[in-house]
Structure formats: C-alpha cells, structure tokens
C-alpha cells in the first residue's frame, strides 16, 4: 500500500467543499492565521492551525473513523469554518516505501526530496517549490550504562504542489521511528490567494517530536 490514493482523496475533500461551501459570516476568517493558533499535538507530532477551526479526528483519542484507526494511516484532521481549507496528517511505515536491512530514522534515508515527490504524491502533481528543513534533536541520557547518546537531526521535506484535481497544497513529510508523516494543507484553485498564507504557515508549524 501507498500513500497516493489516501492523500489524493484528503485533498479532494477540499474541491467536494468548495463545490457546496457552509455559509460563512466573514469569509476572510478562513484565510488568516491568528496570533495565537491552536496546537493539534499527538505522541510523535505537532502542528498549528487557526482558532474557530474543527477538529474532524484525532486518533489520540475518541471513537470515530474506527475502520482509519485500525489500519493507523489518518493521524488527524482538522478544516476551516467555511469547510474549503482541509487539513490532515497521514502516517505509514516507511519500510513500506523502500525495504531497508534496518529501521528507517529519517525521510533523507529514503532519498532527496524530490525523489520521495515521487512515492507520496499523486501522479500528475505539479510541484511548485521544495525545500529542506532540519532541526537538531537534543542528546539524551538512556539512563543505562551506554549513557547519553547523540541523536540525527530531524529532516522535513516540504512541498508547494497543485495536484491534478486542482488542489493547491502545502505539504510536509518526515520520518520518525521507522513511520513517515505527511501534513497536506490543501484548498482549491480559486481560494488559494486568499488562503495561501494560512496554509503554508500550517505546513511550516509542523514538527515531529522524538521520544
């Protein structure tokens, strides 16, 4: 199994909403981020978003999407007033994307970033700007006679795409004890000036968070 068809139809969510949109009273309240935004926050990730937002799933907790839960691939999700800006967070097992002798620690070790485009987008997706992301990860103390052992740094891929339904997304990927996660910020074409900050301000905020 692969992540394309599961990603491919989170972000067709955000085309089906936009086709029939939830009356809104100030429609801008969708396309800016506050000063102080929530935080989803799970075992192993973060990310913010925008307060007046609804939670669709969290898979820390609730009984919902139990048919997601048992296959553990929808972390979250989360969407705007309006309904036209979706949100999730994916999750598979990395050894799923490229068979390795070891756990896969890092989403470098499945290749660049653009290689990995490749295996969790879906075909046909444009991609408009990629860029890397690391971030140092503390030493930690094993509290055994090995003691304190460094750690790798933490790599997110991030991507701008335009998928072929005309999703526009801001998406990022990273690996964390052997799972991949991906973050998918999408709305459509015609939203997209006006919700462009808030969805890579999303896409940005996201940060795995290591044991």
Known sequence: MTLIPLLNGIM???VRAAEDPIPLA???AASVVPVKPKLFIARDFL???PRGWTLIEDLEGGDSMADRRR???????????DGTISVSVIQQQASKLKQTLFQITSISQLGTAEEVSKVILPPGTKINQV???TFEVPSKNTGTVVGVIDRDPIVIYRYSAQLQNGVRSEI????ILGRILILGAGCPEDKWDSSEPVLKA???SFKLLPR
């Open 12 to 14: 067709s969510a955000s």
């Open 26 to 28: 100030a429609e801008a």
């Open 47 to 49: 990310f913010e978003y």
């Open 71 to 81: 296959q553990n691939v929808v972390r979250g999700e989360v969407k705007s007033p």
């Open 131 to 133: 860029s890397v992301r």
């Open 172 to 175: 990022a990927a990273g690996v």
């Open 202 to 204: 999303i896409a940005d």
